[in-house]
């Protein structure tokens, strides 16, 4: 499965829809520890925070029809940094789960990533952790996928064997 993280650009700016995977995914202890430092005294919500429903579909092979799979709960919110009325960069975030502070904290995250005075940091103190994260958690699955891996063996008959006879 393609994630945006595994797209390891050096020396170019994250584009935005790659930090807004990698925000959506990651864990809320990591966002508040990162943005901690960066977070700002005032924010305008345009959305506050809300719950909901979303359909995810799937596909048979991955190249097949696609089918809807289920629904998952997913909370999301777009603020403005600064004060009401400002031209202050607006944040979006959407998060799995029920999580409002996640998403806030994302939100908040897109926000400070668009100004160019806060992206380099950002991107070694937040993005880079949760690429780690995210890459750490994904060796993790495989090697528990790896662990339960079956090896079938198929044993060539041997010259001069069984089959000869039968034909006499």
Same mark, same amino acid.
């Given at each position: 499965?393609?994630?945006?993280?595994? $797209? $390891?650009?050096? $020396?170019?700016?994250?584009?935005?829809?790659?930090?807004? #995977?990698?925000? +959506?995914?990651?864990?809320?202890?990591?966002?508040?520890? +990162?943005? +901690?430092?960066?977070?700002?005294?005032?924010?305008?919500?345009?959305?506050?925070?809300?719950?909901?429903?979303?359909?995810?579909?799937?596909?048979?092979? @991955?190249?097949?029809?696609?089918?809807?799979?289920?629904?998952?709960?997913?909370?999301?919110?777009?603020?403005?940094?600064?004060?009401? @009325?400002?031209?202050?960069? =607006?944040?979006?975030?959407?998060?799995?789960?029920?999580?409002?502070?996640?998403?806030?904290? +994302?939100?908040?995250? !897109?926000?400070?990533?668009? !100004?160019?005075?806060?992206?380099?940091?950002?991107?070694?103190?937040?993005? $880079?952790?949760?690429?780690?994260?995210?890459?750490?958690?994904?060796?993790?699955?495989?090697?528990?996928?790896?662990?339960?891996? =079956? !090896?079938?063996?198929?044993?060539?008959?041997? #010259? @001069? @064997?069984?089959?000869?006879? !039968?034909?006499?």
């Amino acid at each position: 499965m393609f994630h945006a993280f595994d $797209n $390891n650009r050096p $020396n170019r700016p994250t584009p935005r829809q790659s930090w807004m #995977a990698l925000l +959506a995914r990651a864990p809320l202890p990591l966002l508040e520890q +990162a943005l +901690a430092p960066h977070l700002p005294s005032q924010h305008q919500w345009l959305r506050r925070p809300e719950t909901g429903l979303m359909m995810v579909q799937g596909r048979a092979g @991955g190249t097949g029809e696609r089918f809807n799979l289920g629904e998952i709960t997913v909370t999301r919110c777009t603020l403005r940094l600064g004060e009401a @009325g400002s031209e202050a960069p =607006v944040g979006v975030a959407y998060v799995t789960g029920r999580s409002h502070r996640q998403a806030q904290l +994302a939100a908040t995250a !897109d926000a400070l990533l668009q !100004d160019p005075q806060c992206h380099e940091q950002l991107e070694r103190c937040l993005l $880079n952790p949760i690429r780690q994260h995210l890459q750490a958690e994904h060796a993790q699955r495989q090697q528990r996928a790896q662990s339960t891996r =079956v !090896d079938f063996l198929t044993m060539a008959r041997e #010259a @001069g @064997g069984d089959d000869t006879e !039968d034909q006499e």
